[in-house]
């Protein structure tokens, strides 16, 4: 049976997978984060059990060399996570089996998922924005993945503060400038002294968050016009969130140009929990197209 | 002989021209712009002169709809231009006769411009913003004008006010919140009672119009990530103000990502006063080469 791989790498676990022809999941598994030698070690005995792989997709924490053109194209970029820095992901990979790989960053696989199932139409633009321990953003472009010198890492889109916001703000390069300083979990639970998941819906909090997502829509919109922008990650799980956004972003835009109906432009992420998987196998699947 | 066609549409004169097959220019004409029906009449006097046009290049002021999808693709969107909002530019064009025409922005036109003359490798991307009476982008990723929903109206992006600007901001829509309100030639008269071009080389005004031309070299650089963003329009024909757009890229930015050297990644216009008509003719060229 022929069979397609997935390899999710986040920082805490690597989930990896293998699904059939029909995209249908035939087995995963989770795998705790090490180092890049030890976890990589493990990532190849899981896929040493199947012999017909066609095609794998990676779908990496950020940041890693995406430029075919780089010479460090394949490898994880410096990085605070120990072990990793440097690491070669996709030649350990070629060099356990030649097979045809999609390498890119998790936030692109995440995408990826979503524009396979239907968030937008065929060759139209989305943008994947997660919110969680860290920002990043999955960009899709008439249906290709954008990316340049390297990947997106638009979770540093400069912000305008919030006249209530003395935060001084979480970000190592940009503190309270960027998105992920003010907007990132690590940030609210920082400045609330308590998580995301424990402010309650009536916080402040959930209004300045709010404020500064509808500032990232705004300007991905003015800069790709894209379909839709979809959130996930684990804060805007909070449920108050997205309405928040999208009337923070209606007051911010003024309506300035023409953009989809709000309630279908600024959505929540709906291939849920398995988006990573998916994408990947989605992935996998498209490398496999382009080669034949 | 075989003859390629250029529009530039301005807000205050439209250029007119045409060239030969090694893209040299046979004639061009300046024309006052008034309502789009005057206009248009007096454009298409002059193309009435030449046989043997194979296509046109249009490059428009904005807004206009340039979505194939759109009932009102071809048109010029709502626009405080006394008698342009609506009007049908491509549609008069190809009632006069029916040849390829590649519709776009003035923006895009000087953006394909600069990266059909060499400013990148094929299949690179970049970012050409103006900055005039307007603000405005004309994005390139890899080898395509970039598009989606609309065109990119990227003198929007949202701005962190700089601390020593107290202005309350030129935008219609968004006042002090966005580039264009606070960077645009009518912002900076109107804060410092001056226009931009008799402000002294030492006036503070430098610093703070290159805070903001720096945190949108930020904010293309982490969505986009191009190999160049190139500065056109009258205000940075100031020389001194490049050079503070790095030196503040520089200090936002904090070397978060791999960029191309400062020098070669934050860079003025090459093709110059050119620029425009230069850029409807290759655009005319692609469009002949993607039907042929
Ligand atoms: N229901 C919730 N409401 C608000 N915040 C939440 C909710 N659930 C999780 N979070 C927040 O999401 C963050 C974790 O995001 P997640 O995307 O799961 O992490 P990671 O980026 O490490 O994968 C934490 O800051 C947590 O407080
Ligand atoms: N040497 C200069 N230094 C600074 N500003 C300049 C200079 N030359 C022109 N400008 C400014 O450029 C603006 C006009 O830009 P331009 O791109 O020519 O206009 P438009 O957008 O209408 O085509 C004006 O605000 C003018 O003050
Ligand atoms: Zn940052
Ligand atoms: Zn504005």
Excluded at 151 to 174: I, N, R, S
Excluded at 228 to 237: Q, Y
Excluded at 273 to 281: K, T, V
Aim: hydrophobic letters at 40%; proline letters at 5%; one cysteine or more.
């Amino acid at each position: 049976m022929a069979l397609l791989g997935a390899i999710e790498g986040g920082g805490t676990k690597f989930v990896v997978a293998v699904c059939d022809e029909d995209m249908k999941i035939v087995d995963r598994q989770s795998i705790p984060t090490e180092d890049g030698q030890k976890t990589m070690d493990a990532v190849i005995a899981y896929f040493d059990q199947y012999e017909d792989i066609k095609a794998i997709g990676i779908a990496m924490f950020g940041p890693i060399d995406i430029n075919p053109e780089s010479r460090t194209y394949g490898r994880v970029l410096d990085t605070p996570k120990r072990g990793w820095s440097g690491y070669d992901v996709l030649g350990r990979m070629k060099a356990w089996r030649d097979l045809p790989y999609f390498w890119t960053t998790d936030v692109n696989g995440a995408a990826w998922a979503e524009y396979k199932t239907g968030a937008i139409e065929p060759d139209h633009s989305l943008v994947y924005l997660t919110v969680g321990t860290g920002v990043g953003a999955g960009i899709i472009n008439r249906g290709e993945l954008l990316s340049g010198y390297g990947h997106p890492e638009a979770g540093h889109l400069m912000m305008q503060k919030h006249p209530k916001d003395t935060y001084k703000g979480h970000c190592p390069f940009h503190q309270d400038r960027c998105l992920e300083g003010l907007a990132a979990g690590p940030a609210m639970a920082e400045r609330w002294g308590k998580t995301a998941k424990d402010l309650s819906d009536d916080d402040i909090a959930w209004e300045i968050e709010a404020d500064y997502l509808a500032q990232a829509a705004v300007d991905f919109t003015v800069t790709l016009r894209p379909d839709k922008i979809i959130f996930g990650g684990g804060v805007p799980h909070r449920e108050i969130l997205l309405p928040l956004v999208r009337k923070a972003f209606s007051e911010k835009f003024s309506n300035y140009l023409a953009t989809p109906d709000l309630d279908d432009y600024i959505v929540p992420v709906s291939t849920g929990d398995n988006a990573g998987i998916l994408g990947c196998f989605y992935l996998a699947q498209s490398k496999l197209e382009k080669i034949s």
